[in-house]
């Protein structure tokens, strides 16, 4: 019998069996359930100027995520990312449990979605698949062209620098302790996964905190297209373990300090002999925060991101000898000073000023000592002013931003170039308007613009020009002619409470990017990128969404966003014409949340995605989609007293088993389980 069957027979088992337990409801209030109803002036978020505000007193669209919705979504590749992939425009690929996580927001590529951690910038594409969702309070999502408060994020692995044109994801973490709590989990499931979760907080006197650890290891599958450059031939084994906490001291009623760290191991091996790989991921918090009076706030943050990773290539397919090790080294520094004051009621006049330092180096190991390939680093600095004006039924926003970004060139491709530094002073500015008819309609509008300067990665790749095609060399190809790009991004929508537990939404968006950098697919076998600017690119579409409470017990929503994107390009009548890449036609995305008698808990989601491309190339580009993935977590609360619960649970993803191919010759693995018991103290 399959190892799923066994997984289905346990799960099936322990729901059995506990079916004459006590009968309880899942530990969750009507009064806490309140608060999280969908309305237009109940959520209170703080991205938007950096300060709690309602959601009826910011210009963008926001959607929140808490922290039951995020207990509630079965994730098969434990990625952050795929908490946000049920949100309208958000069509997330994550590629496998061991590689990062791609896709589009808006109409866009997947690097115009900033990603914040506390308002902090972190990697939209690594990050996702490092930190631990426990550690959060909610997930805030900006959609639409963002405020200038925020800069971009000065990577350079992947697919480069990130700005948040089309949005702003941010990663609050928990701060303020109400009640000492104990939270473990055990879970184990298809392809020997087994894990182990610990989470702990409290507070003494005025300092709050908790502490986490996770520890995963798998045989895992193969999650790759046949006869492709990944050629699996064991099964891709890995490790992962995480260590993350965080204190917050409060010095009075209006002042704090707080500290999180996060260190994650990721070892592992691709399903080759030498095709091992080691993975090291730093994410580092501090912030100071003073309500110094009523209108005054200040608030002080810095962080550290520090990402390591080494892998083994070998010369599949001619030979599986070990070729080389090869790795990536990055550091990014990103500081922020606020100061926000409040006026005329809920009116907010925010300066501030923010900087941002990278360093980013490749090394190949082969035979003999190190050698370095690219060796950069990048310095942005940039002021900003915004002012969010709110006069009786209107807001209205308007702000700008100076920004200075200078890269520094010590070695592309193992040698000196001919350019060793480049600079870009850039002006850039963000508006919004907002009316609210009344407690329940509201419309708004946003534009504003962004500016990407060439990353290290683009301009000097991962590999040799000379290499392009040899087998073994997968990676990416340098392009040192590639020019910055230039966006502008627009939206407009409307928020409608149908009634007091029922939210309509629409929301319709217009992007341009000028010169824009994309990154296409050389080669299959081997795995081969360039990035090349394109042209400009062009996408608009609409969004529809809605959410509603029938009862306490249960809830649905449904999206569907259409989006049209399109590159103009009469130089190259190849590109001329071509999709943006990784931008689907369409989405579609529906869920229940049912709390049943017997203290059951179901939660099913469907996530559908039209066809998208991975390259600009009209002749040499691959088509993907259209798929429907649905996934199930089935919870039953067994034991509840005042001070214990314990949950049998089980995560069943992708339950059609719909293999559906990715870029760069990834595929989902198909149908798999997870079933585990969470205790909480």
Sequence with gaps: MPRASYSLLLVLSLFLASSRAQDANAPRTSEQKEDKIPGISTVVIVTGSKTDEAQQNVTQKVNVIYEDQIAAQATSFRNVSELLQYQSGVSVTVLSRNDANWGSYGGLGPKYNSYLLDGLPIDSFVDPMSLDPWAFERIETH???????????????????????????????????????????????SWSTFGARLYHQDHKGNLHYFLGATYEQSDYTDYGAPNSWLGMLDDPSYKKMKFYGKATYFLTDRQKLSFFAQHTLHDGSTGRINRDYGHNYDTLNAAYANQVNATLNIQLKTGLRNYDRRWGDDNYPASLALLDHSGVQQEIVPTDLTFNFKHHGDSVFTAGADAQYASY??????????TTGNDASSLSTGVYLQEKYAFRKWVLRAGGRFNLTS???????????????????RFLWSAGARYNFSGKLAAYANAGTSFISPAAKSVGGTLNASEIGLPGRNGQLPNP?????????SDFGIDYAVTERATFGARGFYNKI???????VISNIPSQTKSINAGDAQSYGLELVYDQYFSDKVRFFANYTRAVSHIHNPIDEDQDGATITFVPGYLFNAGLELNLPGAFRLSPYLHAVGEYFDSTSKSGRSAFGPYQILNLKV???????????VVPFADLNNLTNRRYMMPWQFRDPGFNVLVGLDFRF
């Design 143 to 189: 959609q639409g062209p963002a405020s200038v408060m925020y800069s971009n994020y000065l990577s350079s692995d992947f697919a480069g620098a990130q700005a948040p044109l089309a949005g702003i994801t941010n990663l609050i973490l928990k701060e303020r302790v109400e009640k000492p709590v104990t939270h473990i989990l055990l879970d184990g499931g």
């Design 361 to 370: 180096r490749t090394y190949v190991e082969a035979n003999g000592p190190r």
């Design 407 to 425: 890269d520094t060139y010590n070695l592309i491709g193992g040698v000196p170039p001919g350019v060793s530094d480049k600079s870009w002073p």
């Design 481 to 489: 002619d590639l020019k910055p790009e230039s966006g502008i991004g």
């Design 514 to 520: 000028s010169d824009a950098i994309v990154d296409n």
């Design 635 to 645: 919870e039953k609360t067994v034991c509840q007293t005042d001070s214990y619960s």
